[in-house]
DNA sequence: GCAAAAGTGTTGTACGTACACCCATGG
DNA sequence: CCATGGGTGTACGTACAACACTTTTGC
């Protein structure tokens, strides 16, 4: 197999005759942790962007669906497949990638960090989880990909079922809400956002509550798949 | 020049080397005429799908932005390029073409029919508006673009400068309430209506009247360029 | 008893919705 | 004078924004 310049995040590319070349797809994985909304990034080791962070990404294959082809990146860094994908773009000014014409689609995708464990693939020297706003001086346009996806998802929220995704199987209303603050960037009144989520109608409490804190120990929900329209 | 399968909508095809054979671009061009929503569509001369109708559409070319591609297929098709365009979504089902595997990027465009003259490529026998209730099949999955690209314009017309483009320099209200009964698919109140409307505060009114019908002469309103955010 | 986070209500305003009649005009 | 479409107001319910204090717990 002859050097692939752009497969670097694959850990077993395929033979190049089944890609197509000038068509690829790019993930934005978020995850939700610390209290941050965070995406995942890898490191790309050799080739003509050697140590430079970069989404996640492959060429179209031949073969597969694009709608699958997200599915695809997540499997081979996460091991994982039932996960919330949507896509929120194409991108293809020329100049877009350096040395070649290369149109990508982005993908975003939610997923619980910690959940899985990483797998690093052949072209990549480091996967890493950054807050969003410490992203830091990506290939390509693949900042505007981060951003473009984010916007996405600030539309999404009230329409999706973001949080269901993005936290764990049971969380306090407070997770939740600083789940939002960090979507939308800015802070949400208590007793706005709590009226908001009960007249939604989505939780259902376990009867649990976290007491792993020192103080009152918030009340456990879990959303309640059934109503998830 | 070779045959090229899928450049029918052209009036100038590119020599194929230019082109990125398996990513092309399709536009819904949409037009409001006869209180109805229209959609553009061009029937195939020789080739694969001859006879039959399609979206205009070209393979992206390798020295043209993406986002540039939409107002090279309307100016071949209109000699226009100071439109609305907006983009709806890749679509790359494996099977989508049937005899290649080529992805389309969507777009939707916003003219007002009537206002130009339709050039007929060569590659077309014809070019047409449809009521987009009265679209007929089309090739590949061109109906599914035409159905995304009016779901996207629904979800569009509160935040994007729709009637702007779909409207006539100068237009009534009721002209104005047509349309959006046309784009949402039901009917709306009137007095409801008129009073979104007027919070909206992006029209102004012209001080003249429609009196080229036997009854009540309406008011014409014109958009308020300066106010559209 | 205090620090730290959980939890809770009221009010005003803006917006959507439902609903019916008079107005102006041309023929 | 009548047929046709233009134009208008009110009342209600829902949704969102602003705003501060009490509760529970571990230490």
Not at 71 to 76: G, H, I, N, T
Not at 124 to 148: G, M, S, T, Y
Not at 207 to 227: E, T
Request: overall charge negative; proline content about 6%.
């Amino acid at each position: 197999m002859t050097f692939h310049p752009f497969s670097q995040t694959l850990i077993n590319p395929s033979p190049e005759e089944n890609l197509i070349p000038s068509l690829s797809v790019d993930c934005v994985i978020l995850g939700f942790e610390d209290d941050q909304l965070k995406v995942l990034l890898i490191q790309h080791h050799g080739g003509p962007k050697d140590g430079e962070w970069a989404l996640p990404g492959d060429f179209v294959h031949k073969n597969i669906d694009l709608e699958s082809m997200p599915y695809e990146v997540l499997k081979r860094l996460t091991g994982i497949e039932d996960i919330f994908v949507d896509q929120f773009g194409a991108f293809g000014a020329c100049e877009r990638v350096d040395y070649r014409r290369i149109i990508t689609i982005g993908y975003y995708a939610l997923i619980s960090p910690g959940k899985y464990e990483l797998k690093i693939g052949n072209g990549a020297k480091k996967v890493q989880w950054f807050a969003v706003d410490r992203v830091p001086c990506l290939i390509f346009d693949h900042n505007e990909l981060v951003e473009a996806a984010i916007r996405q998802l600030q539309m999404d929220l009230d329409i999706k079922p973001i949080g269901n995704n993005l936290l764990p199987e049971e969380f306090t209303l407070t997770q939740m809400q600083k789940l939002y603050e960090a979507i939308l960037g800015e802070k949400q009144d208590t007793r706005n956002f709590r009226r908001k989520i009960a007249n939604l109608k989505i939780l259902k409490e376990t009867g649990k509550v976290d007491d792993s804190a020192p103080h009152r120990a918030p009340k456990l929900y879990q959303f309640d798949q059934s109503k998830l329209k």
